[in-house]
């Protein structure tokens, strides 16, 4: 079926940059909107920031000006780029996307999740 599988989570210091990646593959026919949640521990999860297919954005306001979502459509593939990265930033980072398949079926779909720790 359908699967998204993110990358590019790690340690970084504050004030760094990282680059987080998001791969959809299997019976896709289409996807719309995509975006990137986090959850740090013990707290609920929040949308980061969200992308449409035509390219319209949303940002959560404690990361405006320093992330920006961006995304590849002939790829399936979804960017989270991240600068200027504090300590509060910390959590485990979800890929999500709303996805046609062949059925035809239409629903969410969720990356496994991807870890970005922010030393201060």
């Known amino acids: 079926q359908v699967q998204l599988v993110e990358s590019g989570g790690g340690l970084v210091q504050a004030g760094g940059s990282l680059r987080l990646s998001c791969a959809a593959s299997?019976?896709?026919?289409?996807?719309?909107?995509m975006g990137w949640y986090r959850q740090a521990p013990g707290k609920q999860r929040e949308a980061v920031a969200t992308?449409?297919?035509?390219?319209?954005?949303y940002y959560v306001d404690s990361v405006k000006g320093r992330f920006t979502i961006s995304r590849d459509n002939a790829k399936n593939t979804v960017y989270l780029q991240m600068n200027s990265l504090k300590p509060e930033d910390t959590a485990v980072y979800y890929c999500?996307?709303?996805?046609?398949?062949?059925?035809?079926?239409?629903?969410?779909?969720w990356g496994q999740g991807t870890q970005v720790t922010v030393s201060s």
């Open positions: 992308i449409t297919r035509g390219g319209s954005t």
């Open positions: 299997g019976s896709i026919v289409s996807i719309n909107d």
């Open positions: 999500h996307a709303d996805i046609w398949t062949e059925v035809p079926r239409y629903r969410g779909y």
